[in-house]
């Protein structure tokens, strides 16, 4: 299970702060955009994530980084109202 955090990815403030890499954009409720780490341990475009306590499931949409992050951590991000 991983935790999910709701951010409007097309909102301007957002800009350069996280970066598509593959995929697409969330476009539907369910839709979720994950780190590359994520991505490389089995959670690809297509594959389906369990979130926050289990009982919701989404699908990855895309891939994503934080180019200005240097951290090493992973993370799913869902537009607001989505999953």
């Known amino acids: 299970m991983e935790r999910a955090a ?7 403030i957002i800009t350069g702060m996280v970066e598509l890499d593959d ?12 780190s590359p ?5 089995g959670h690809g475009i297509g ?7 289990g ?5 990855v949409a895309g891939v994503a980084s934080r180019p200005n992050y240097y951290g090493d ?4 991000v869902a537009p607001p109202g989505g999953s």
């Open 23 to 34: 995929g697409r954009l969330p476009e539907a409720d369910g839709e979720i955009v994950v």
């Open 37 to 41: 780490g994520l991505a490389e341990r």
């Open 55 to 59: 009982a919701r499931e989404a699908t």
């Open 73 to 76: 951590s992973d993370f799913v």
């Open 6 to 12: 709701e951010i409007d990815l097309t909102d301007p």
């Open 47 to 53: 594959s389906t994530i369990r979130l926050g306590d």
